[in-house]
């Protein structure tokens, strides 16, 4: 079983429409990551989380540290939001730097 | 303030020879991660360096190898290339090796084994 598990793998919507993209970790973590990686590779960075949630724009990000889940909210998604969306964890324990990836969630928004 | 630069873009190699990838830290970051992502999966954590030194390394075997320079730009290094080390290889930058404030990523650089 990986340490982070992502759902759904593929998730197609119309624009406009409310995503949200799950992550579940095994592991004790400091820190959680949301990135965004886009065809050509290049990776951005989203959120980092320890608690709580964050907003940005119209991506919003929370995570339940009991429950060992995140989520990422897009609203009111539109076509340039098509990307992989990664979950990352800080392993608590683990070598500085090494973020553990899940295997990301391939969005595709249509007009 | 730029961003973390990655060269080259693309890369195809011989089985067994050696490569050399390259990445420029974003201006202040003092801590470069590598990671290699093959297709289909999440990136997987080759190793940091903070401060010209490696501080931490994943299940990766000593043919691959790295540096830092002391303006924090970083290398890797892969010896005798197989098949399976095909793959995007992306650096990361961040000012502190706990990433308090995240991480910088490059684009990667592509290689690909033959």
């Known amino acids: 079983k990986n340490e982070v598990e992502q759902s759904p793998q593929n998730l197609t919507a119309q624009e406009g429409e409310f995503i949200t993209i799950n992550c579940s970790y095994s592991v004790g973590i400091s820190a959680l990551h949301w990135l965004q990686q886009h065809p050509g590779g290049g990776i951005v960075s989203l959120f980092m989380?320890?608690?709580g949630k964050k907003k940005h724009g119209r991506l919003i990000a929370t995570i339940n540290i009991q429950e060992k889940h995140s989520s990422l909210h897009i609203t009111a998604s539109h076509p340039r939001d098509s990307a992989v969306y990664i979950c990352a964890v800080r392993d608590y324990g683990g070598s500085q730097g090494n973020l553990i990836f899940g295997k990301g969630t391939k969005l595709s928004v249509k007009p | 303030e730029t961003g973390v630069t990655q060269s080259p873009t693309h890369l195809i190699k011989t089985r067994g020879q050696q490569v050399t990838l390259r990445c420029s830290s974003q201006?202040?970051?003092?801590?470069v991660s590598w990671y290699q992502q093959a297709l289909g999966q999440g990136p997987q954590f080759i190793f940091q360096y903070y401060r010209e030194e490696e501080n931490g390394r994943g299940n990766f075997p000593p043919r691959f190898s790295g540096l830092q320079f002391p303006n924090y730009s970083s290398e890797l290094n892969v010896n005798a290339l197989e098949l399976d080390d095909s793959a995007l290889y992306l650096c990361?930058?961040?000012?502190?090796?706990?990433?308090?404030?995240?991480?910088?990523f490059g684009s990667g650089t592509r290689l690909t084994v033959v």
């Open positions: 990361a930058s961040s000012w502190t090796p706990q990433a308090d404030e995240g991480y910088t």
């Open positions: 201006s202040g970051h003092n801590t």
């Open positions: 989380l320890s608690s």
